[in-house]
């Protein structure tokens, strides 16, 4: 064989060898895309399923989808303290019941100014001092005037706003503890949610700083944030009080002014 033909030779088998070695590389891409796939639909949630994200407590997910945190505990056999983990699949309807689509809230990962960052799993604190039948002596949240009443036939946020300035004085409409304090739940801003006690739940949207974390107990008239205008377009405090999950008219509950 000439040196020519031996250059050639080689040429081709080191050309084959590359070409086997790409191969061998494109079949390594393609099955890390599947599997990375594969991960994705295995955390992709059903319908009347919702896939816990970091941030989410078993009470942010309940209020977003207007259920009581009792029940939607009860349905996926979580005891309290009702830790919950990212990854898990928390079922939004009864097991004894054939799955109803739920739409699934939107949500964002940021961890806002002025909130404590919350750790991958959602561990509540201790109960809360006061009892199912206490007595709840309701105050006003915030000092300014009531930009919008209560609407229960509107889709969305049921509850009043409360106008003020940058800074303004967020309470404590009750004493109760934090179960959730982040921005989380978009159409908020940076929210606070309180347990009363295990019917009433009270929330306090738009806040420009969260003063209180997850597991704090609070006093009624306590300062737990202040107001602003994060998630909206004006200054305002949104406030809600929930009954067993469901929204109900604050006005009803607060005393006359």
Avoid at 69 to 81: E, L, M
Avoid at 175 to 184: D, F, I, L, P, Q
Avoid at 196 to 223: C, F, I, K, M, P
Avoid at 226 to 239: C, P
């Amino acid at each position: 064989m000439g040196y020519a033909e031996l250059m050639r030779s080689r040429r081709g088998q080191f050309a084959l060898i590359v070409a086997l070695w790409l191969a061998a590389l494109t079949g390594c891409s393609t099955s890390s895309v599947h599997t990375s796939a594969d991960d994705d639909r295995s955390l992709r949630a059903s319908p009347g399923v919702h896939v816990v994200k970091r941030g989410d407590t078993l009470f942010s997910i309940a209020w977003q989808q207007g259920l009581d945190y009792q029940t939607v505990a009860v349905w996926n056999g979580i005891r309290p303290p009702y830790t919950i983990y990212p990854g898990q699949k928390i079922r939004l309807y009864s097991p004894n019941r054939t799955a109803r689509p739920v739409s699934p809230p939107t949500t964002s990962t940021r961890t806002p100014h002025g909130a404590a960052s919350v750790p991958n799993a959602a561990p509540a604190k201790p109960a809360p001092t006061l009892s199912a039948d206490s007595p709840i002596h309701w105050q006003w949240p915030a000092s300014g005037p009531i930009l919008r009443t209560f609407d229960g036939d509107t889709s969305g946020k049921k509850g009043i706003s409360i106008g003020g300035t940058h800074g303004n004085q967020v309470r404590a409409a009750a004493a109760g503890r934090v179960v959730y304090a982040g921005s989380g739940l978009v159409g908020y801003g940076r929210l606070i949610i309180l347990k009363h006690n295990d019917t009433y739940l009270s929330a306090y949207g738009h806040n420009r700083d969260l003063l209180v974390q997850e597991g704090d107990e609070v006093r009624t008239g306590q300062v737990i944030a202040a107001m602003g205008s994060s998630g909206t377009n004006r200054i305002q405090l949104h406030f809600e009080i929930r009954r067993n999950g469901k929204p109900v008219d604050p006005l009803r509950y607060l005393p006359r002014r």
